[in-house]
């Protein structure tokens, strides 16, 4: 079984309150960054695309701007909704917006772009609904030799689970968005993104999150046992005995021409 992205939202969904007390926090940071270099100025219209439990939605309120933040998965939304009260909601697939062309000046994205099949198309609806002169911020995981599925690589052979190995670099994610429309586009990288996990049981909960814990779901308890086990036995920790898997971001960001 390929893990990475099987499932997508629906495995989001099913998984959101495990989401929240693992990646979320992982991925504030993260948001931040995307949210700084996203220059927002007063009174733009925001939308953050798969916003899930709504961070970098959040980050985004303020000055008299409007935030909308978007997800196909109802349970993140439930969550969103519950944490970041002041912004719009809206549950719609990323790939088709049901938004009008130009209607938005900022789409910011955390992580989500690279649930999509073809990412240059997504990229490229995402443009649709920017106004020319707006702008696009977003991470993706990378660059793939510092993601979870290198650490836990070995553990994932021996159980037959295939993670899944095409995390852009930065040269062809960038390469993406120029295919797609997008102009004056920049990238970074930050290998030190990781999630931290405070002992087994949060370890436990990051399993279940998104497409993970469908590659166990129908394996007896004990396997499923030995396998968070060998996981967390193949995991570095800090001094304090967090687990500590690396993730890493990749940022792009870049602009429609007027
Ligand atoms: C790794 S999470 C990132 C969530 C959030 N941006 C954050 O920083 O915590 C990816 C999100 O993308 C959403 N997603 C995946 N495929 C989607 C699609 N086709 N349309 C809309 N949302 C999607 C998932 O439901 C999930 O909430």
Redesign the pocket.
Known sequence: MTLQRSG??AA??ASAEAYAAT??PA?RP??REVIRRAELRAGETVLDI????G??AGLATGDGRRVVG????AG?LQIARREVPEVEFVE????DLPLADGSIQVVV????LL??DDCVATLAEWRRVVAPGGRISLSVPGPGTVVPAVVLHGVYDRYDITWGDDYPTEGELAGWAEAAGWEGIQTAADPTIAISLADADQFRSWLRV?SRGRASADWSAERRAQFALDLMNATPRTADGAYRLPFGALYLSGRRSL
């Open positions: 997508g939202a989001f969904s990646m979320a991925l993260v948001a798969g916003t899930g439990t961070t970098a978007l997800d196909a998965a993140m719609a697939d990323f790939t994205a955390v992580h989500a649930f999509a998104g």
